[in-house]
C-alpha cells in the first residue's frame, strides 16, 4: 500500500506496524519522533500501531538549532 | 557570597548563557564551543530524519555529541510560521526528550516566525501558540520582538519566560532598541522580580552580550555569535566572560549619565593656584 514518510511516497507491505517501518528504514527508535496524520505517535505504541493506506508520516529528529 | 543563581520555571541555573547548537562547521567544533561557553543549556531543531531508503549516507547524530548529564536541552520550533505547526513540532520534541530522559522533556522554546526574510515572530500565531502549550502542559519560553506590551500578553498567557528579541535571528546587529528591552523587563518584571527574561537572538560579539544583561535580562540566548565566529571556541570564551561582565555591572548599580564631566581627580590644592 501507499503511504507518504517524510514527502515521499512509498510503498510498504499491508500490516506493517511504526516499530516495523523504523527497521526497514534504519532509525533508531530512540532517536526519532513519529507522527501520522499530524498526530503524534507515542514511542511506547510503536509495536501496536499499524500503517494504513495513504497515511502520512513524518519521522523526525534533533538537528543543531538556535 | 552566595552563588548567583536562578529559575526558569523547575530549573535552576548558575550559567546565564543558552547556546545553540546549529551552523557549526562540524560537532567536534560545536561540542567544544558549548564547553568553553560554560553553558548549561543548549537548543535544538527537529526535522525530518535521514532515511536508509534516501539513498544518502546517514548523517551522525547530533545527540552522540551532547552530554545529558552537562545539558538540558531546550527544543525550538523554529522554522514554524503557524502556532498549528509550533504545536506539532513541541509535542514531537517532548516525546524525543522524554525517551533520552532529558530533563527538557517539559519545555519549549516556541517560535512562530512571520515570514522567511526577517523570521520576525507572528505576534498573533506566538500568543496562540503559548496558550494552547501552557494548556498541554509545556513550559514556554516564548520568543518575541522586543515590543514590551505584547511580551506582557505572552506572560499573561502563561508563558515561563519571554524571550525579546535584540535584533533580527542570526543578524549579528546586538540590542537594536536598548530602551524597548529595558521596558520588556520593567513590564515583565513588576512585582515579580524573579520571572526570567532572556534575550534571545541577534548578538553579534560579546559586547551585545554584556548590554543585555546591564539592562537587567537573566540570561542571552545566541547561536550565529559563537558558531559564526572565525574562530567560535574562543568567541564562546569571550561570550562566558561577557555574560559574567553584564551581570556584575548590573548588580554593581552603574553611575548615572551625567551632561558635563565629574574630575576624578581632586580640583582643590592643584599647583599654580
Redesign the interface.
Known amino acids: 500500500m501507499q503511504v507518504r514518510i517524510n514527502g515521499k511516497e512509498r510503498d510498504v507491505e499491508a500490516g506493517t506496524t511504526v516499530a516495523m517501518l523504523l527497521r526497514e528504514l534504519d532509525a533508531a527508535p530512540q532517536r526519532v519522533a513519529v507522527e501520522i496524520n499530524r498526530e503524534l505517535v507515542p514511542r511506547s505504541t510503536f509495536e501496536e500501531t499499524f500503517l494504513s493506506e495513504g497515511d502520512t508520516i513524518e519521522i523526525v529528529t534533533f538537528v543543531g538549532g538556535g | 557570597m552566595s552563588a548567583d543563581t536562578y529559575r526558569v520555571g523547575p530549573f535552576e541555573f548558575a550559567s546565564r548563557l543558552f547556546v ?5 562547521a562540524n560537532f567536534d567544533l ?1 561540542k567544544a564551543s558549548l564547553d568553553a561557553s560554560g553553558c548549561q543549556v543548549v ?7 535521514v ?4 539513498g544518502k549516507a ?1 548523517p551522525e ?3 552522540d555529541y551532547l552530554d545529558p548529564e552537562r545539558y538540558t ?1 531546550l ?2 520550533t ?1 522554522g514554524c510560521f503557524n502556532a498549528e505547526d509550533a504545536i ?1 513540532s513541541a ?3 517532548r ?2 526528550l ?3 530522559g532529558n530533563p527538557g522533556a517539559k519545555w519549549v522554546k516556541v517560535e512562530v516566525l512571520a515570514d522567511k526574510k526577517t523570521l520576525l515572530p507572528e505576534p498573533v500565531g506566538t500568543l496562540q501558540a503559548t496558550e494552547k502549550l501552557v494548556a498541554e502542559g509545556f513550559i514556554a519560553l516564548v520568543y518575541t520582538n522586543d515590543d514590551p506590551i505584547l511580551a506582557k500578553a505572552i506572560k499573561e498567557a502563561g508563558a515561563t519566560s519571554v524571550m525579546p528579541a535584540g535584533s533580527p ?2 543578524s549579528g546587529r546586538g540590542i537594536l532598541n536598548p530602551a524597548n528591552i529595558e521596558l520588556c523587563l520593567e513590564y515583565l518584571k513588576e512585582g515579580d522580580p524573579d520571572y526570567p527574561v532572556v534575550v534571545d ?1 541577534g548578538v553579534g560579539t560579546a559586547s551585545d552580550v554584556t548590554v543585555a544583561m546591564e539592562l537587567g535580562s537573566d540570561g542571552v ?4 555569535g559563537i558558531a559564526g565566529a572565525r574562530e567560535p571556541v574562543r568567541m564562546a570564551r569571550a561570550m562566558k566572560q561577557a555574560i559574567e561582565a553584564g551581570r556584575l555591572a548590573y548588580l554593581s548599580g552603574r553611575i548615572p549619565k551625567k551632561r558635563y564631566a565629574s574630575a576624578s581627580s581632586p580640583l582643590e590644592g592643584t599647583i599654580g593656584q
Not at chain 2, 545553540?20 to 557549526?24: L, N, P, V
Not at chain 2, 532515511?51 to 534516501?54: H, N, Y
Open positions: 545553540g547548537t546549529g551552523k557549526y560545536m537548543t535544538v531543531a527537529i526535522r525530518r530524519d532515511l536508509a531508503a534516501d546517514k547524530n547530533m545527540l536541552i527544543p525550538n523554529a506539532r509535542r514531537l520534541s516525546e524525543l522524554e525517551g533520552m535571528i542570526g537572538a540566548l545566541l547561536n550565529t
